[in-house]
């Protein structure tokens, strides 16, 4: 699954850049409007200059306070009831400094004289609203990477434990049959212990790497069963470009020694694995026994429970998982589209 929050840093400059576009254009636009060989019209533009640039701060005070503030917390109605007084405040005072600039000039309360105000209030409020909003989406997409971060690290954890667990009762095994392969298991055990300990951190491993690990665990399976159990493993691909989420493939492996040996009459159990350029096939079959029918379940297993939720984490609609159970077989089919 991609984690990927909001870029900030972006969001920043644009903002920047509408604001200056905004300004230069609400003040630059008179200056270059301007019949300067007249007298009359370099005082208006004087006077316009001053009111404009006494409407820069009511822009901000709506987008840095009350948006925040009052919008947020009181509703639509405080805000506009406050909103209305601010910006008869602003008229007024606009006229004054019209007549302090320009004392020649004559006060009217006309529609050019409410217009700039109003304008910039819409204007303010419509920004304000935006990067609210804005804020809160990545703040929210934020917090829901981060619970996801957090509930795939929960999962990760449990599966962990869960395969050591049934990696040492394979060696108790052997130790107590008192076997010669006691030492190598458990050097092999170290170094799948290892994989899980430094290479279950990153987000992504290469397939291959995923496939040797699958591998070390089918050869300890066959050190302790022996010829006890039927085990045929069919893997096939090349890809070094690809690449998956560790430990995702090893539970329906797991299941499938759980499941198919022990009070089933000559165990099999059928591994096929195939990967290319964008799709991951993984089929695992394994018989089962009458005595297991009844007691076993596909979310019954910490591991298979877990990497249900992990394939709806990190591959949503990007994977299918087929569960078959017959009377006499168990077969689970996955399909992973790997491509980036």
């Known amino acids: 699954m991609a984690i990927n929050l909001r870029p900030k840093n972006n969001e920043g400059f644009y903002k920047i850049l509408f604001q200056v576009f905004m300004w230069g254009i609400w003040i630059g636009y008179p200056l270059i409007n301007t019949d300067y060989d007249n007298p009359a019209s370099v005082i208006f533009l004087k006077m316009l200059f001053v009111v404009r640039m006494v409407e820069i701060p009511l822009f901000y005070?709506?987008?840095?306070?009350?948006?925040?503030?009052?919008?947020?917390?009181?509703?639509?109605t405080a805000y506009l009831i406050i909103l209305t007084i601010i910006c008869l405040t602003f008229i007024f005072a606009e006229s004054y400094i019209k007549v302090w600039v320009n004392p020649d000039y004559k006060n009217s309360y006309t529609f050019f004289i409410f217009?700039?105000?109003?304008?910039?209030?819409?204007?303010?409020?419509?920004?304000?609203?935006?990067?609210?909003?804005m804020e809160q989406e990545s703040l929210r997409i934020e917090e829901n990477q981060e619970r996801l971060r957090s509930e795939l690290s929960f999962l990760r954890s449990q599966i962990s434990p869960h395969f050591i667990f049934n990696v040492l009762n394979s060696i108790v095994y052997l130790i107590r049959s008192k076997s010669e392969l006691a030492e190598s298991v458990t050097i092999q055990l170290s170094e799948l212990i290892r994989y899980m300990l430094y290479e279950t951190d990153t987000k992504q491993v290469p397939v291959s790497k995923e496939v040797d690990y699958l591998k070390n665990y089918i050869d300890l399976q066959n050190v302790r069963y022996g010829d006890d159990v039927n085990i045929t493993v069919k893997i096939s691909g090349n890809d070094s470009s690809l690449t998956i989420e560790p430990m995702l493939l090893?539970?329906?492996?797991?299941?499938?020694?759980?499941?198919?040996v022990g009070m089933v009459i000559d165990p099999r159990i059928e591994i096929d694995l195939n990967y290319d350029q964008t799709?991951?096939?993984f089929e695992?079959?394994?018989?089962?026994?009458?005595?297991?029918?009844?007691?076993?379940?596909?979310?019954?297993?910490?591991?298979?429970?877990?990497?249900?939720?992990?394939?709806?984490?990190?591959?949503p609609e990007k994977h299918s998982l087929e569960i078959s159970d017959s009377d006499s077989e168990f077969t689970v089919r996955l399909k992973i589209n790997l491509k980036r």
């Not at 005070?61 to 639509?76: A, D, E, M, S, T």
């Not at 090893?250 to 198919?260: D, Q, R, S």
């Open 284 to 315: 695992v079959k394994n018989l089962i026994g009458p005595e297991t029918t009844d007691q076993k379940d596909f979310s019954s297993g910490i591991g298979l429970k877990n990497v249900r939720r992990r394939l709806e984490l990190l591959y």
């Open 279 to 281: 799709d991951l096939i």
């Open 250 to 260: 090893i539970p329906f492996v797991e299941n499938a020694f759980k499941h198919g």
């Open 115 to 133: 217009f700039p105000v109003i304008f910039v209030a819409a204007l303010g409020t419509g920004y304000g609203l935006v990067t609210a909003y």
């Open 61 to 76: 005070f709506i987008v840095h306070y009350l948006i925040p503030k009052v919008f947020r917390k009181n509703g639509v």
